[in-house]
């Protein structure tokens, strides 16, 4: 029998139902956490990099952690939230592939787990502001943590299990995208795994050929078959996007943060930084915390 572990949990940090007005309108949001959204009432729209979606009654919505968005509304809308931080043991992420904002029609299911999980966790609205400027800093996450860790194993098991439903629902849209990635040989699939383990370390087509038995150049085309990238891409945009988080939640000094992603020299990864994210990493690191995620 083939045992199949879920690398993923999930960390609460609010679930509410609000009713917005036109205030709700913010540019630049980017959040360290997930957000999910399932609409009943009024009508707005969140947009990202790649377009923009309308908020409608009767469907679900999730912005994926880290990912650069505008929300607004435009006079009314009324809707249940969660917000939640994704904590994996490899640091890889549910939608490390695609970080874009999309929706799925609501089922009564998913309608009732929402009411459900609002009930076993009264009190984790946000009573501050609906800023997200206001409301994103490190001291409030710990406030909720301890929550999380005064919870009861029941409430807390029924959290974790809500959660999974919900992101079961909402990941549907990026496997469909990516529909070929399932049929991915094993021996591609361990080789990604290995990668993002091993950011830190040297990455060569060679060695990642080496280590399952392929010849390089077999290795690479077949890599590409099934990522849509070749190794050495692949390897350099996972390095960024770490390289990112760490900008993001850390205070580690530049030097270490290029270290740390497998870079040999500040000079090549700042070049490799702005080349993929069209700015150096101190400009990455002030707009993020222009946006108002203060660690």
Known sequence: MIKRVLQNTFSLLNVDYVKLTEKWNYLNVISPYYRIYYMDEGSGEISDQSGSLKLEPGYLYIIPSFTLCNLHCNGYLSQYFVQFFEESVDGSSLFARNRNVSKVKAKQMDIDIFKRLLEINPGRGINRSDDPKIYEKNIYYKEYQELNNMQSLPSYLETQGILLQLMGRLI?????????????????????????????QELSVTSLASRVNQ???????????????RPVSYILEKRIERAQYLLATSRLAYSDIATQTGFDNLSYFSKSFKK????????????????????
């Open 215 to 229: 010849h390089p150049d077999y290795f690479s085309r077949l890599f590409k078959t099934f990522t849509g990238q």
């Open 172 to 200: 549907q849209p990026q496997l469909h995208r990516k529909q070929e990635e399932q049929h991915a040989p094993a021996k591609i699939v361990e080789t990604v795994g290995y990668i993002l383990v091993n950011l830190h």
């Open 276 to 295: 993929l994210t069209g700015m150096s990493p101190s400009a990455y690191k002030k707009q993020v915390y222009t946006v108002g995620f203060t660690l």
